[in-house]
């Protein structure tokens, strides 16, 4: 297989035309690659939450990249034109919108849940942007954005629910899209703990526990409960 991508959290290789394996890497980072650990058993643990997630969410009628897992750290998926931009959906108030609303006070409940936009840029450090950015740019339509905008808030309804059974709370997360050959719109990239914020009890099972301090392995036995709360095999 040919490799065309390496990432911080995850190498892209390329099967053939239509498929492509994610292969997740045993490693962690925060703060654009300035603190990296090596983390035995993360990418495994991970790529089954992908498998697991983006499989739910298939069987409820959301269109995914996802094709199988081969019951280690590969998922194989559907080759995409990527879209560069991250969609973020927030339950509650945390991460980088606490550093833009300063006043409000953390996981504070949102009457309803917010919708981000920010370029996909480590270079820029993914700006925060408009819909008018995005349509201006010629990124997408505004048909195109409405319809990730619906699918993004019904994936945040069927995890929070889905979480919500298992005594978990959903912060927020982070969303990517691609247009297959036919130009239908199909979430992408990964949904692990490297990409939500799960809390337990106020605890995170997520990469949070990492960004604040946590060794790796700590953060390994965190994805390990979270798998073992969601009946995850892995």
Same mark, same amino acid.
């Given at each position: 297989?040919?490799? +065309?991508?390496?990432?911080?959290?995850?190498? #892209?290789?390329?099967?053939?035309?239509?498929?492509?394996?994610?292969?997740?890497?045993?490693?962690?980072?925060?703060?654009?690659?300035?603190?990296?650990?090596?983390?035995?058993?993360?990418?495994?643990?991970?790529?089954? $939450?992908?498998?697991?997630?983006?499989?739910?969410?298939?069987?409820?009628?959301?269109?995914?990249?996802?094709?199988?897992?081969?019951?280690?750290?590969?998922?194989?998926?559907?080759?995409?034109?990527?879209?560069?931009?991250?969609?973020?959906?927030?339950?509650?108030?945390?991460?980088?919108? *606490?550093?833009?609303?300063?006043?409000?006070?953390?996981?504070?409940?949102? /009457?309803?849940?917010?919708?981000?936009?920010?370029?996909? /840029?480590?270079?820029?450090?993914?700006?925060? &942007?408009?819909?008018?950015?995005?349509?201006?740019?010629?990124?997408?339509?505004?048909?195109?954005? $409405?319809? +990730?905008?619906?699918?993004?808030?019904?994936?945040?309804?069927?995890?929070?629910?889905?979480?919500?059974?298992?005594? &978990?709370?959903?912060?927020?997360?982070? *969303?990517?899209?691609?247009?297959?050959?036919?130009?239908?719109?199909?979430?992408?990239?990964?949904?692990?703990?490297?990409?939500?914020?799960?809390?337990?009890?106020?605890?995170?099972?997520?990469?949070?526990?990492?960004?604040?301090?946590? /060794?790796?392995?700590? &953060? #390994?036995?965190?994805? =390990?409960?979270?798998? =073992? &709360?969601?009946?995850?095999?892995?």
């Amino acid at each position: 297989m040919e490799l +065309i991508y390496e990432g911080k959290a995850k190498r #892209v290789y390329r099967l053939n035309n239509e498929r492509l394996v994610m292969e997740f890497k045993d490693e962690v980072t925060a703060f654009d690659g300035l603190r990296k650990e090596v983390a035995i058993g993360k990418g495994r643990l991970a790529a089954a $939450q992908t498998a697991f997630f983006m499989s739910y969410l298939e069987g409820n009628g959301v269109r995914t990249h996802f094709i199988d897992w081969d019951g280690d750290r590969r998922i194989t998926v559907r080759a995409l034109r990527m879209v560069p931009i991250e969609v973020i959906v927030r339950n509650y108030a945390y991460g980088s919108f *606490l550093k833009r609303m300063p006043m409000v006070k953390p996981l504070t409940r949102f /009457s309803k849940p917010l919708v981000e936009f920010h370029l996909k /840029s480590d270079e820029l450090h993914d700006p925060l &942007l408009t819909m008018d950015d995005i349509t201006e740019a010629g990124l997408l339509t505004r048909e195109e954005l $409405q319809e +990730i905008i619906n699918t993004s808030l019904r994936v945040n309804d069927l995890l929070t629910n889905l979480l919500s059974t298992r005594g &978990l709370i959903l912060v927020d997360f982070k *969303l990517e899209f691609g247009f297959d050959g036919s130009g239908r719109l199909l979430l992408a990239d990964e949904m692990s703990g490297d990409t939500m914020r799960i809390l337990r009890n106020g605890k995170h099972l997520d990469k949070e526990l990492f960004r604040k301090g946590a /060794s790796a392995m700590d &953060l #390994v036995k965190a994805y =390990a409960e979270l798998n =073992a &709360l969601l009946g995850v095999k892995s």
